[in-house]
């Protein structure tokens, strides 16, 4: 894909930040979107989001009323002190099996989280566990080949190799990773569509990262995150 294709790296996959929630928690009217994530009033209940920012911060942009495309550059005061809206009802998880463990026990209803997970974990909860794309983020694994590489050309064609369409769709198949290959987008698997966040249907409902973005404010935004959990 384009926004990932860059002059010093390229997207290997793709993955998404989503809304999942527990179904029992909410059987009559499930979350919808960020607004409804930031609603404490009428979504009861602890909610969890990616200790290092990304995600949840585009996620209390949007809840804030940014337009999707227009997401960037983000308001770092005003994402931090829109997720302080959230008191002790906000957790933060450290790793995929983190949040997984922490929706099945109940000790979050909600959470924004990689989709690959949340895929997985509907699936085996058979339904338990819902999530959507509208409103996610899609970001890409890149990968960047260091200056004065001492393997010569052999990660150039490991690049090369994981771009063929064939890899991409066999990465889906087996991980929940989207392609970022256009022609693994084209050629996936109709089965495959619902949790691939590159789909036409799936990517119109999303904001794409801006990588360029987090690489000039992360520490910033980090630091300023960190002083207000402590602070909560």
């Known amino acids: 894909m384009a926004p990932f294709a860059l002059e010093h790296a390229i997207a290997g996959y793709t993955y998404s930040f989503v809304l999942a929630y527990n179904t029992a928690a909410y059987p009559t009217n499930p979350p919808r979107g960020w607004k409804d994530f930031f609603d404490r009033r009428n979504f009861r209940g602890r909610r969890a989001v990616w200790r290092w920012m990304i995600g949840g911060f585009e996620a209390a942009a949007m809840a ?16 931090v002190a829109k997720l302080s809206t959230l008191g002790d009802d906000l957790v933060v998880w450290e790793s995929g099996d983190h949040v997984r463990q922490m929706l099945l026990d109940g000790t979050i209803n909600m959470a924004c ?19 959507t794309f509208d409103g996610g983020l899609l970001c890409p694994g890149m990968w960047v080949v260091p200056k004065k590489n001492p393997g010569g050309n052999a990660a150039f064609d490991l690049l090369a190799a ?16 989207g392609p970022s290959n256009p022609a693994a987008t084209a050629a ?11 789909q036409p249907q799936n990517l119109a409902l999303q904001a794409i990262i ?7 404010n992360y520490d910033k935004a980090r630091l300023k995150f960190q002083d207000q959990l402590e602070r909560l």
């Open 188 to 198: 996936m698997p109709e089965n495959l569509r619902p949790i691939d966040p590159t």
């Open 64 to 79: 804030s009323g940014a337009p999707r495309d227009k997401l960037y550059p983000l308001d770092i005061e005003g994402a």
């Open 113 to 131: 989280m990689w989709h690959s997970r949340a895929a997985q974990l509907g699936a085996e909860s058979e339904g338990e566990i819902a999530w």
């Open 162 to 177: 994981m771009q063929q369409p064939k890899r991409q769709l066999d990465l889906t198949r087996l991980r929940g990773l």
């Open 210 to 216: 801006s990588s360029n973005w987090w690489a000039e």
